[in-house]
């Protein structure tokens, strides 16, 4: 167990939906990092945040959206949902912004 | 250009027995760090193993450690005493550390699947 947190672990939805993926950090780490795991993409970054700021951007979609609230958890809201979005959602956090990453369990999202 | 290259398509090992998991890297920048982690059936990802670009030593973690040839640009994570409980999907990571320190995300390799027999 990571001690990174992820709700829900299962998704499923219909085109065009909008839905949002939960994450709370290990407890005192400072930066949230969202990554997307596709059969076709593999594992590609999407968003960091540190404490509370966005830090960077990686390819996320203009649909896909993410904040970090003053308690440190996160949330990506994804939107206008396609179904070339199916895939695994992760979660990572880390003290700072150049430590080791932990991750999540993963919210596996399915759009019918 | 890929960053992070894994060609083995799949591995199989013998209970017991140890196993190389090739990884080989490309950037410019001088400082970065290279990590693998784990990812059985059930998904979630395990950080096995950190080497930073300025570690003299290869890293070691238990059973896990990292063959680190700077030169060579490779990062190969060895796995002693194999156990029927390694076999997942290893993929080999890298952080590339800006001077501005902007970015710290990870870029992943494609991943490598490790079968162990009994």
């Known amino acids: 167990d990571s001690g990174v947190t992820q709700t829900p672990k299962h998704l499923i939805t219909a085109t065009g939906q909008r839905v949002t993926l939960r994450c709370s950090p290990r407890?005192?780490?400072?930066?949230v990092y969202w990554y997307q795991q596709s059969l076709d993409q593999g594992l590609q970054f999407l968003i960091q945040?540190?404490?509370?700021?966005?830090?960077a951007k990686g390819n996320i979609l203009e649909r896909f959206s993410a904040q970090q609230f003053p308690d440190l958890h996160s949330e990506l809201n994804l939107s206008s949902l396609e179904l070339g979005d199916s895939a695994l959602y992760f979660c990572?956090?880390?003290?700072?912004?150049?430590?080791?990453?932990?991750f999540g369990p993963g919210t596996r999202l399915t759009v019918l | 250009a890929q960053k992070i290259t894994q060609t083995q398509p799949g591995m199989f090992v013998q209970e017991k027995e140890a196993v190389t998991l090739d990884c080989t890297y490309d950037?410019?920048?001088?400082?970065?760090?290279l990590f693998w982690y784990k990812q059985p059936s059930s998904g979630e990802m395990i950080f096995l193993i950190y080497?930073?670009?300025?570690?003299?030593q290869n890293a070691t973690e238990g059973r896990y450690s990292l063959n680190f040839q700077k030169a060579r640009k490779s990062a190969n994570l060895v796995i002693s005493a194999s156990q029927l409980g390694d076999s997942a999907m290893y993929f080999c990571?890298?952080?590339?550390?800006?001077?501005?320190?902007?970015?710290?995300?990870?870029?992943f390799g494609k991943g490598i699947t490790l079968s162990v027999r009994p």
């Open positions: 407890s005192g780490d400072l930066s």
């Open positions: 080497q930073g670009s300025y570690d003299q």
């Open positions: 990572a956090s880390g003290p700072l912004a150049f430590d080791t990453q932990y």
């Open positions: 990571a890298m952080r590339e550390d800006t001077i501005t320190g902007a970015n710290s995300k990870l870029t």
């Open positions: 945040y540190y404490n509370g700021e966005e830090r």
């Open positions: 950037t410019s920048d001088p400082s970065y760090g």
